[in-house]
């Protein structure tokens, strides 16, 4: 695999720097030379959302209200400028904040699972 060349300011403001690791393991995420990453699973709202649940602790949630699954915000910060500058792109910012109480993006699934999968590792470790 190759070295994520990823800074370590960024590495410790993660709130699971597995679910990363795994999700480089897994393909969704491509490491370049240069130090860029390419999200590969297409959506750059699914990207948004899973460096939401990484960076700031977001989630799907059930909305009684809405009778629908709605992206909720976890109380993180979000490094918008630097995870753009990293995945070369500028929307990550709002594509998340439009999104806000509203439905998650198509394959979240995917996302909750990798997460899921890495907390339940962590917790089996304690």
């Known amino acids: 695999m190759k070295e994520q060349k990823i800074s370590m300011a ?3 403001k993660m709130r699971n720097a597995e ?8 393909e969704y995420i491509r490491v370049h030379e240069d130090g860029h990453l390419e999200w590969m699973l297409g959506s750059k709202t699914l990207l948004a959302y899973f460096l939401g649940r990484l960076f700031a602790g977001d989630m799907a949630k059930y909305s009684r209200r809405k009778h629908a ?6 109380d993180g ?9 990293l995945f070369g792109t500028t929307t990550l910012k ?9 439905e998650p993006p198509r394959d979240f699934q995917v996302i909750d699972n990798l997460f899921d999968m890495m907390e339940e590792a962590t917790w089996g470790k304690l």
């Open 69 to 74: 699954m709605t992206w909720q915000w976890g």
């Open 77 to 85: 910060a979000f490094p918008a400028k630097m995870l753009n500058a």
């Open 19 to 26: 679910a990363f690791d795994e999700a480089v393991r897994r």
């Open 10 to 12: 960024l590495r410790i």
């Open 94 to 102: 709002n594509l998340r904040q439009n999104r806000e109480n509203f």
